[in-house]
Structures are given as C-alpha cells and as structure tokens.
C-alpha cells in the first residue's frame, strides 16, 4: 500500500501543490520549516515511502555515498564516520560502508560496486598500496574522490588528515620535559604515510633535544590493543631500558600498559606511556591516559563538507588540509625517575 501513495496523495490531503511537496521532502529551503515538517508528518501518516531510484533519474543523483575505511573496529575511524553521518544527514544523503582491511582488490570491489549503483561520491582513507588509477576509475566516472587519515603521494585530491608529524613531537616533547632520554616509539608502519610522518615527528623531537635516536628503541607493527600488549615483552628486554614510550595510538598504548602491568611494573610511574588520538577510552583507562587529540571528528566533518560542496559545483582545493593536534597530559606520564 505504501507504494502506491504518490506526492499527488499528499497534496490533495493538504490543500498544497504537489510541487511544495517534493520540495519539502528533500529539505529545500524554499519551503518554509513549519510547512516541511508539516508535509513530512502527513506523509509518514499516509506511509508515503521515498524513492530513491526514482529520484536518481530525475536529478542523475542517487544520494548515496560510498565511505571506506581500513577496519571500522577501530574508534578512531568511528567517530570520523559518526561526524560524516551526522553531515551527510543534513543534505539527505546516505552512506554505504565497507571496511578494506589494506586490501586493494576488497577496497577497488567496493568502488566498482558503488559505481555500478550509481553512487554520487566517495570518501576513503586509501588501503596500502592503492595505485592512483584507481582513484582516476573513480572521477572518470563521474564520483569524485575524498581522501581522510592517509594521503598519497602523486595524488592530489583533497585530503583531511590530522598533523601526524607534529602530533607526535607534542608527545615526545612532552616526555623530554619530564626528564626522559630513553624513549621508545610502538607500532606503526612505514607502509602509511600516517606511520612515516609519525616517526618522522618522533625522530625530529629527539633531534632537536639532542638526544640520538636509536633505531633499537623503535618496535613497530602493532596498531591494536593485543599489538600493544605483544610489543610489551620487546619493550622490557631492550638491552637499554625505556622510561618511556611514545605509542602508534591509543589502543596501543592501552595494549602496551596492560602489558607492563601484567609484567609487575606500574604504568605512569614505572615506565611512561603516550597515545594518539584521545579515544573515548583514553580518559578511563588506568591509568588515565596522556595523549594527543587528532581531530577525528573534524576530519569526517570536514571531508563530508567538501564531497556535498563538490556535488553542489564549487570545489573544495585539492591537496592536503592539516588539522592541528593538540596535547591532552593525564596519569600515564610522569617525571623521569632514576631507577634503583
């Protein structure tokens, strides 16, 4: 029944054209907000369903957006996405998600499939490895390209990313001023240009401190809780024993503190511990935990902003646009203490 109700239907319920009525039903400002909602009830009343396949052959847009991510399982690409809905909500349109993994063929399937649905754009935080002509499949086609968390290079589309390199040298300084000289960086990949730029900031901190850097010191690879509670046991056997680490992310670090408690030493006073990100779980971890905010949510707003902006005409300039982190200093770091 609900199908066979038409804008006619609900213009004649009110005494309206069926002219104000599509018009109230895609959220166009032309139709005042009382009268919108008005029209939005009695449809809901009347079960009047919106069809969006109809809808596409009349604008030659579907309304949908494509969002792929590396593992949505990660907060930090939650609450991106949370912020993209939240955007994408207020223009009507609708995301579908896929989750890559750093597999290429999985994220190129995704991007055939939405194309084949006629999908109006994409957003993407790239997988490793992805080769630019599978973001010009995209333009090509007529779906315009946003990339968010990771850039790449000789690809210049628009990038929304927080500044990686600065971010951790706001942690690594932070350490640095509480007396720590031996410090040592968990997890990450240079694979990325997240990972490079990351230990690029970590590397130039202890530079301009002074301090050498000591490749030893680096363990990379772990970007998961269990990653972190694993790098644990290499941290504690280093010949030259950290005071302090500076961690890939949050789930890292809070992987990597478990790890340090299971092995009888306390977190925050033993050995100093930073994330990235200022996840939800950050402030409630035990230790609480000192860490850099990146700007997750302003990220998705941002690229969202700037794919709905592309779709309207205007064009959002390409390259990278930087958010800049900023330090959050909780329980898990303290001052460098000479051990006994």
């Known amino acids: 029944m609900a199908q066979k109700i038409k804008l006619s239907t609900i213009a004649e319920t009110l005494g309206i054209s069926t002219a104000t009525v599509s018009l109230a039903l895609r959220d166009s400002p032309l139709v005042a907000v ?7 009830d ?9 069809n969006r396949r109809a809808a596409s052959l009349r604008t030659s847009r579907s309304g949908i957006i494509g969002v792929v991510v590396h593992d949505i399982m990660n907060p930090f690409y939650g609450e991106i996405l949370k912020a993209i809905e939240s955007e994408l909500d207020r223009s009507r349109h609708t995301f579908i998600l896929s989750n ?3 597999s290429v063929e999985k994220q190129r399937t995704f991007v055939e499939t939405l194309l084949q649905l006629g999908g109006d754009g994409i957003i993407m935080s790239p997988a490793i490895g992805t080769p630019p002509e599978d973001f010009d499949m995209a333009e090509e086609n007529g779906m315009p390209a946003i990339l968010v968390a990771r850039s790449m290079e000789g690809l210049d589309l628009p990038t929304f990313r927080g500044d990686d390199s600065y ?14 000289r031996t410090i040592a960086m968990i997890g990450g990949t240079d ?13 130039n901190a202890l ?18 809780k269990q990653g972190g509670f694993e790098a644990a046991v290499n941290l504690l056997s280093l010949p030259q024993k950290p005071t302090a680490a500076v961690c ?5 670090a809070i992987g990597l503190m478990n790890g ?24 409630i971890a035990t230790p609480a935990l000192t860490t850099v905010w990146n700007g997750q949510a302003e990220v998705g707003r941002l690229a969202a902003r700037a794919l709905l902006d592309r779709l309207a005409g205007s064009h959002e300039p390409d390259g990278i646009h930087l958010i800049k982190p900023e330090m959050r200093i909780r329980q898990s770091t303290s001052p460098y203490q000479a051990r006994q």
């Open 34 to 40: 009382n009268t919108r909602e008005k029209i939005k």
């Open 207 to 224: 530079r301009k401190a002074g301090i050498e850097v000591d490749p030893d010191l680096r363990i990379p690879g772990a970007r998961s």
């Open 42 to 50: 009695q449809a809901r009343t009347l079960g009047y369903i919106y």
């Open 100 to 102: 890559h993994y750093d």
């Open 191 to 203: 694979q990325t240009s997240t990972g490079r730029d990351r230990y690029q900031g970590y590397v």
């Open 167 to 180: 971010g951790i040298s706001l942690a690594t300084n932070h350490l640095i001023s509480l007396g720590h």
């Open 260 to 283: 340090i408690s299971r092995a009888g030493l306390v977190p925050g006073k033993d050995i100093s511990v930073t994330g990235y990100d200022d996840l939800e779980e950050a402030a």
């Open 248 to 252: 890939w992310n949050d789930l890292v």
